[in-house]
């Protein structure tokens, strides 16, 4: 990467002061405030934070298919990255550009010393842009806040600017919405892999309770799980996005979480469950997942039904499994791509879908026998919650209603009795 030294180029009269002064949410090292003065500064001194959560995610893609990213060529890496954010949302990147190219850039970025953007990527790829359609010949600026005290490269530095980082994007300052994906990994990855933070800390500065931290920390475990179940590599966290799977995987985490994570035949049932997800992502149909994948979640796992269910789907996984480690998979593309080309893989998909079925309907009978059990039990409890203090209290004709609603109720009971018996 190219050496930049931004405060020596603030010296030398190359970056100016811009018209903003804000307030930083963290103290300096030392205790005291930032002064909050922006600069402009030209975009050809700053690169990409590879340490940010969205942009980590991205690049995982991009290393599956393409290897890994050349740090060194400052250029070739400013734009494959610049590139991945652009392809993440292209309708809000264009709004953006128009807006920032209307009224110039109204949210300042944060900057490292050595030009590390630190916040405000999406805003910074839009100057980017511009800047390569602009017919001026002078720079394009991003406006930022340099932070010229840290160093991304020191420990105690990481944990101090992902700090910043969460404050920023989730208090007033510059909060955007963050993909359920990208949260989950970015917790994940802050918390259980580079040890930055407890998760105690982390949801304090993301404004999270603790037990939507635990869910998120759950979830991602489900998404490394389900990467290794497809042959992908475990940080390629994009395919789960490009898949769509945040919101099966939530609806996992209370099983996962309960007994799955920690059971002997955690692979077993995972498998079971990944099966049918590929057998759902194939079809992107997300009604047949409310109505096929929920009722697997909720009233097959963790029932009685539970151990046949996955031995019944041992064979579709089973070869699922093998089709899929031929090769490693790089994206959603190539995955289908593997899948549909495989009369055995084909095979499987419907096999699953038909064990998944079989079971959804074994569930619902079994509700439905449970069900006037259930019935009785609530009419019990609520003849139960009768204040018979208040029987004194009635008129004659309240008296009368209520000996006639108890004497139907005892006949309806004797009926049933006597069809039980």
Known sequence: MNEVDIKELIKNGDI??????????????????????????????LHYNDQNGRIGTAISEYEAKNGSINEQDFEAYNDAIEKMIVEDDKAKMAILKTDIGKKG?????????????????????ACRLLAKESTLERDQYFEAVIIDDLDANRIDDKKILKELELRIQFGRLSREDYDPIDRAIDVYKTVKVDHLMTNAAYGRYANMKSGEVDKKLYEAELVVEFLKYVNADPQNYALAKQMSLDGPLQELVPQYKKYIRESPQKNDI???????????????????????????????????????FVSDMTASSDVLVDTLAKTP?????DLYKKINSSEEAVSAISAAKTVTDKYVRKAADAADKKRPIKLADDALSKLDNIDRVVFGALSASEKAKLLNCLTIIGDTISDMKQELE
């Open 270 to 308: 995972l498998s079971a469950v990944f099966a049918k997800l590929l057998q759902l992502r194939t079809k992107s149909a997300d009604k047949d997942f409310k109505q096929e994948f929920r009722p697997i979640v909720k009233n097959v796992l963790l029932s009685n039904l539970e151990q046949g």
């Open 105 to 125: 850039q109204e949210i300042p970025g944060y900057v490292l010393n050595d030009g590390r953007v630190i916040d405000g990527n999406r805003r910074f790829t």
């Open 329 to 333: 998979t790089t994206d959603v593309t």
């Open 16 to 45: 100016k002061e811009g018209a903003q002064k804000i307030k930083v949410p963290i103290p300096k090292v030392n205790g005291s405030a930032y002064d909050g003065q922006t600069y402009m500064i030209p975009i050809k001194y």
